[in-house]
């Protein structure tokens, strides 16, 4: 079975420059998480997806971030115009309903904004 | 504001040395509690978790957590380490309703010398 998958692994863009990141999560899973890691800090959660509602955007930095998740299957995050502050790995997770606790995280996508 | 807070940054031992690794949360409310692994250029996986009942919890790879509730923490144990267990450790906690939406500790890099 295969996990969760993103893309791209690495993306070095400049300041002002637009960036979308891309989740596929596991397949039946209907929960799928974003989470942001700033250099040196802790994971942070970032929103929650069950389906293709949004279940909570509490962690959502600012709106120059947009997550969608068309019909419930993957999902992108948008960052634009993208300021420096926003380098970071991002990484994106998800879980079946009623599996409690266990998420299954990708290997994140690490973004470079110079 | 909830938070995790995890002793050491950085721990080096040899191998078959004893680990245990510290994670304090601040939280008065119901948790429940994790710690998850990423190995070098792995994604985080799950080792161990806790919702209720004993709070001795064993997990994956001979790693045991114990969850000390008067103390709030959960510190995560295992008595002899091997090389393949560096990686980085998080201890993560989430609400007892919203099981998905982590509160990460800062992480702790393990290096085990051969």
């Known amino acids: 079975e295969a996990g969760v998958t993103q893309f791209p692994s690495h993306s070095v863009i400049e300041k002002g420059q637009t960036v979308t990141l891309r989740c596929d999560p596991i397949?039946?899973?209907?929960?799928l998480y974003w989470y942001r890691r700033v250099m040196g800090k802790e994971i942070k959660f970032l929103l929650h997806?069950?389906?293709?509602?949004?279940?909570?955007e509490s962690g959502m930095p600012n709106n120059r971030f947009l997550a969608e998740r068309t019909g419930g299957t993957y999902s992108t995050l948008k960052v634009q115009p993208a300021e420096l502050e926003d380098s970071g790995v991002y990484f994106c997770?998800?879980?079946?309903?009623?599996?409690?606790?266990?998420?299954?995280f990708g290997e994140g996508s690490r973004l470079t904004v110079l | 504001a909830q938070s995790v807070s995890q002793h050491n940054h950085h721990v080096i031992l040899s191998e078959a040395a004893s680990l245990e690794l510290g994670c304090n949360y601040s939280?008065?409310?119901?948790?429940?509690l994790f710690w998850y692994v990423q190995y070098p250029g792995q994604h985080l996986q799950l080792l161990l978790k806790?919702?209720?009942?004993?709070?001795l919890v064993k997990g994956i790879k001979g790693f045991e957590a114990e969850f000390i509730k008067s103390k709030f923490s959960f510190n995560l144990r295992k008595p002899s380490v091997q090389w393949s267990d560096t990686a980085e450790y998080f201890c993560?906690?989430?609400?007892?309703?919203?099981?998905?939406?982590?509160?990460f500790g800062q992480g702790t890099t393990l290096q085990v010398k051969p």
């Open positions: 993560a906690v989430s609400h007892s309703g919203n099981t998905g939406k982590l509160i």
């Open positions: 806790y919702f209720s009942g004993d709070p």
């Open positions: 997806f069950v389906k293709e509602s949004k279940q909570d």
């Open positions: 997770a998800s879980s079946q309903r009623g599996q409690a606790g266990e998420l299954f």
């Open positions: 397949s039946g899973h209907d929960n």
């Open positions: 939280y008065g409310g119901t948790v429940n």
